[in-house]
């Protein structure tokens, strides 16, 4: 039994937190952040609050009126404070309150945020089998880039891979081009540039795919099942997992040096963000 935190209360994690009429349980009326805490600080903070306000806009909710940004950090802190893990993975679970049906009665917004123990590979995780999932195609639109309560489509996509022994799968969005994976944003290296699908595409607008465009030369673009059969290198980002380099996707190998600088890289961007050697 853990500590958890739900709207300005430290609670047991196990406490019973809705019952079976609530929004959150009905419809998955909500979004959510993971945050990597090396140490009990939060890399990021500021873009995954940044990314959990602009969600919360988009969806309509009304955040309390004193979850700041300044909470939000310091609640994290504090939360990683009471476990002992040098390495934790924080959910923050943004949901509307109140009943109704589609139409909601409220639009006022509760949180909640519980962590637990991170195994972080800093010599960089690699993925020796992955797999393309076609059953279901991702939308292409505003909520798209969103962490939604509602992951049934990565559920299913992870079912498939365990199913086929894939260690991943490639989502493709509703036009048939590369997307994304189930928990990360995917990148390929083709002739020494860096290509990653734009938001528009549908994929998730990931933080750490935010950090590696502001640090990396690359470009937004789409990206054909063909072209990335014909890439040079492949790797996938987020921010629990860092980047992961992919050997191979149906088949097709890929070259794992490229990827190796690039991880070395991020790790120093995480190093100088919570402000500690990272190790």
């Known amino acids: 039994m853990a500590t958890a935190w739900h709207n300005g209360f430290w609670v047991d994690d196990t406490t019973p937190a809705f019952n079976l009429n609530h929004r959150i349980t009905r419809y998955g009326d909500g979004c959510f952040e993971t945050v990597l805490a090396v140490n009990n600080l939060p890399a990021w903070a500021d873009l995954h609050y940044t990314r959990l306000t602009k969600s919360a806009l988009l969806l309509g909710l009304i955040l309390p009126a004193d ?26 679970v943004l ?22 123990a991170h195994s972080f590979d800093s010599e960089g995780q690699q993925l020796a089998n ?50 994304e994976a189930t928990s990360s944003n995917l990148f390929v290296i083709k002739d020494e540039k860096i290509f990653t699908p734009s938001v528009t595409e549908g994929c998730v607008e990931g933080v750490l795919r935010t950090v590696l465009l502001n640090h990396f030369k690359m470009e937004e673009t789409q990206i054909t099942v063909e072209q990335l059969a014909t890439a040079d290198s492949v790797f ?26 690039i991880h070395q890289q991020h790790l120093e961007l995480l190093s100088a963000n919570i402000g500690k050697p990272f190790s």
């Open 67 to 92: 979850f700041s940004f300044d909470v939000f950090q310091s609640t994290i802190i504090q939360l990683c404070e009471k476990h002992t893990a040098p390495y934790q993975r924080v959910r923050i």
């Open 95 to 116: 949901y509307r309150n109140g009943s109704g049906t589609y139409l909601p009665t409220s639009n006022y917004a509760g949180v909640f945020m519980t962590s637990q």
């Open 130 to 179: 992955v797999g393309v999932y076609e059953t279901i195609a991702k939308p292409m639109n505003a909520l798209s880039a969103l962490k939604s309560s509602n992951a049934l489509l990565y559920v299913l996509a992870s079912n498939f891979a365990k199913e086929n022994s894939f260690d991943d799968v490639v989502l493709l969005n509703a036009a048939g081009r590369v997307c």
């Open 236 to 261: 996938l980002s987020n921010t629990i997992q860092g980047i992961r380099a992919i050997r191979s996707i149906n088949g097709v190998n890929y070259a794992i040096e490229p990827v190796n600088s």
